[in-house]
Structure formats: structure tokens, C-alpha cells
């Protein structure tokens, strides 16, 4: 059957309501119509697939061939809709929230804390789409987790993360040991992260050797990407602190340097200054704020 002649969905609703049944009259009361209406949409439909779908017998209904074989498909597919309308569109998505998160401060931040929050509020579904430094944009999202300097227009935000910013690499770095002191760095390749306004040009300037002359540079649009990079040996990244704890606890990055310099740019959780948001949403943004203050006391 073509598209164009695709039946329409009341028509095929009711077919399904009256082979289930097989009476014309509870079909309609399931459906709330006539008899009539219910009998006149059957009709229509056989008339489309030019194919009888029921014999209509004195005291009821009884599928012929074509209706038992067209049944089954026609009910699966008016369940999987009800099923998928309702997941979209039902009431439990009320209860979602939806963060739109940087995909490095979920993988190392956020994502190993979530059990306390889901053992607080289980009731409480959380969805969580990846940004990657998106700032103009129209606000779909109940909160973001954005990083910067906590300035944007309209939107209240909440800072996550006092950081410092720290060299990383894996035990091997291009196919060499790490660098024993900075001077070093001019022979390896430095991994830089777009979007981030204090980079390498701001610690090697913080550091004093911001005229230091570096063999080669990659450039990535998310951290976790340098991140992974620096594990592997492709060079050096620079890490927040806030997000490196377990990598370097786990000795798969190593810090080389001593130095580490405090960055006035933070994670934050923002969310539009006019509008409240929901209970649920506030359930989340509670913890997550509660999660991060003491995160910071504790480091």
C-alpha cells in the first residue's frame, strides 16, 4: 500500500475496537461514538483496501481471512503509537528534567555522583543532553550546565566548581618521558580545549614563560577529548581540578608540574531568572548545588 493510501487512524481504531469485541455496538462505547459512526469508518476502511474485513452475522461479528491477517499489524502498530505518545507525552514526563550538561563535567563530575541523588529522589527522572559551548540559543532545557564567568544575561547562576588549572599527562608523552620542568614543554605537543578563555596562554603566563616557543599543538572542542589524548601520549593537556581528581588518583594522568594556577572561570548551573522552575527541577538543582559546596570544602 502506497503512502497516499496510508487508511486513516480512526478508521483503522475502529476496526481494531470491533474485532476485539467483535460487535459493532462496545466498539463504540470503548470509543465513544455511534454504532453507526463505528460501523460507517469499518465500512470506509474495507472500501479503501477493497477487501471485506468482517461477516456480519445476526448476533455479532466474525473476521474473515483478510481481517485476521490485517488484526495483528494493526494492533501492534496502535500500541507502539499509545505506547511512544505516552512516554513523549504522558504524564511521567512531567517528571522529567532536563539538564543540558558539558559532556566532561558530566563524564568526571556529575555522572559518579547521581546515585546520591537517585537514592534521595527516585521518583525523579533526569535527561541530560550534551552542550558543547553553546551560549545563544533558544532555552530548551529546564537547567544548563554551562562554564565561564557566570554572566549570563537573564539566566540566575549557581557556581559548581572553584578551579585550579593543572599540566596532565600519561607516564609516556610522545613517545618520551614527561617533561621534568616547564622550559621542557617547548618539545612536546601542548592539547588545547576551544572555549575556554584561560587556556595555555594563560597558564605559561601565569608561570612566567609565556614567550616559551612549543614544538606542536592540537586543538579540540571538548576536554574530554584532550583528556583522553593526554592518557594515550599524544601530549599534555590542562586540566581543571575539579575534573582530574579520580584521573589522577587512578594514575591515568599524571601531574608533572607543581605549579597550578587558581581560574576565575567556573562550571555553573543556570536557568532563566524570570521563570521558576519545577518542584522537581528544584529538587535537582538543590542537591547538585549541596554536591558541589561540599565538593569545594572537601578539596
Same mark, same amino acid.
Given at each position: 500500500?502506497?503512502?497516499?493510501?496510508?487508511?486513516?487512524?480512526?478508521?483503522?481504531?475502529?476496526?481494531?475496537?470491533?474485532?476485539?469485541?467483535?460487535?459493532?455496538?462496545?466498539?463504540?462505547?470503548?470509543?465513544?461514538?455511534?454504532?453507526?459512526?463505528?460501523?460507517?469508518?469499518?465500512?470506509?476502511?474495507?472500501?479503501?483496501?477493497g477487501?471485506?474485513?468482517?461477516?456480519?452475522l445476526?448476533?455479532?461479528?466474525?473476521?474473515?481471512?483478510?481481517?485476521?491477517?490485517?488484526?495483528?499489524?494493526?494492533?501492534?502498530?496502535?500500541?507502539?503509537?499509545?505506547?511512544?505518545?505516552?512516554?513523549?507525552?504522558?504524564?511521567?514526563?512531567?517528571?522529567?528534567?532536563?539538564?543540558?550538561?558539558?559532556?566532561?563535567?558530566?563524564?568526571?563530575?556529575?555522572?559518579?555522583? /547521581?546515585?546520591?541523588?537517585?537514592?534521595?529522589?527516585?521518583? #525523579?527522572?533526569?535527561?541530560?543532553?550534551?552542550?558543547?559551548w553553546?551560549?545563544?540559543?533558544?532555552?530548551?532545557?529546564?537547567?544548563?550546565?554551562?562554564?565561564?564567568l557566570?554572566?549570563?544575561?537573564? /539566566?540566575?547562576?549557581?557556581?559548581?566548581?572553584?578551579?585550579? /588549572?593543572?599540566?596532565v599527562?600519561?607516564?609516556? #608523552?610522545?613517545?618520551?618521558?614527561?617533561?621534568?620542568?616547564?622550559?621542557?614543554?617547548?618539545?612536546?605537543?601542548?592539547?588545547?580545549?576551544?572555549?575556554?578563555?584561560?587556556?595555555?596562554?594563560?597558564?605559561?603566563?601565569?608561570?612566567?614563560n609565556?614567550?616559551? #616557543?612549543?614544538?606542536?599543538?592540537?586543538?579540540?572542542?571538548?576536554?574530554?577529548?584532550?583528556?583522553?589524548?593526554?592518557?594515550?601520549?599524544?601530549?599534555?593537556?590542562l586540566?581543571?581540578?575539579?575534573?582530574?581528581?579520580?584521573?589522577?588518583?587512578?594514575?591515568?594522568l599524571?601531574a608533572?608540574?607543581?605549579?597550578?594556577?587558581?581560574?576565575?572561570?567556573?562550571?555553573?548551573?543556570?536557568?532563566?531568572?524570570q521563570?521558576?522552575?519545577?518542584?522537581?527541577?528544584?529538587?535537582?538543582?538543590?542537591w547538585?548545588?549541596?554536591?558541589?559546596?561540599?565538593?569545594?570544602?572537601?578539596?
Amino acid at each position: 500500500m502506497s503512502k497516499k493510501r496510508l487508511p486513516p487512524l480512526n478508521w483503522l481504531r475502529s476496526f481494531e475496537a470491533s474485532a476485539r469485541h467483535l460487535n459493532f455496538t462496545l466498539a463504540a462505547t470503548e470509543l465513544n461514538l455511534t454504532q453507526a459512526a463505528i460501523s460507517q469508518q469499518v465500512k470506509g476502511l474495507e472500501t479503501q483496501l477493497g477487501a471485506t474485513l468482517f461477516k456480519r452475522l445476526p448476533r455479532g461479528l466474525e473476521l474473515t481471512d483478510a481481517g485476521k491477517s490485517y488484526l495483528p499489524p494493526v494492533r501492534d502498530a496502535i500500541e507502539r503509537l499509545a505506547a511512544v505518545t505516552d512516554e513523549i507525552f504522558g504524564q511521567g514526563v512531567a517528571k522529567a528534567v532536563t539538564v543540558k550538561v558539558n559532556l566532561v563535567f558530566f563524564t568526571h563530575w556529575l555522572a559518579p555522583r /547521581l546515585h546520591r541523588f537517585y537514592a534521595l529522589h527516585p521518583d #525523579v527522572r533526569l535527561n541530560f543532553p550534551s552542550s558543547i559551548w553553546i551560549e545563544e540559543r533558544k532555552w530548551d532545557s529546564d537547567m544548563d550546565i554551562r562554564h565561564g564567568l557566570g554572566n549570563w544575561q537573564g /539566566l540566575t547562576s549557581e557556581r559548581l566548581t572553584w578551579d585550579h /588549572l593543572v599540566p596532565v599527562c600519561g607516564h609516556n #608523552v610522545n613517545g618520551k618521558a614527561p617533561p621534568a620542568h616547564i622550559g621542557q614543554l617547548a618539545d612536546y605537543t601542548l592539547l588545547h580545549v576551544a572555549g575556554y578563555k584561560e587556556g595555555w596562554g594563560y597558564w605559561l603566563s601565569q608561570s612566567g614563560n609565556d614567550d616559551l #616557543v612549543i614544538a606542536s599543538h592540537v586543538h579540540f572542542d571538548t576536554l574530554i577529548s584532550a583528556l583522553q589524548m593526554a592518557s594515550l601520549g599524544h601530549g599534555i593537556a590542562l586540566g581543571r581540578t575539579s575534573l582530574i581528581s579520580n584521573l589522577l588518583q587512578s594514575q591515568l594522568l599524571i601531574a608533572p608540574f607543581a605549579e597550578q594556577f587558581a581560574t576565575q572561570e567556573a562550571f555553573y548551573l543556570v536557568y532563566p531568572s524570570q521563570h521558576s522552575i519545577s518542584h522537581n527541577a528544584e529538587k535537582f538543582r538543590a542537591w547538585l548545588v549541596q554536591e558541589a559546596i561540599d565538593a569545594h570544602l572537601n578539596s
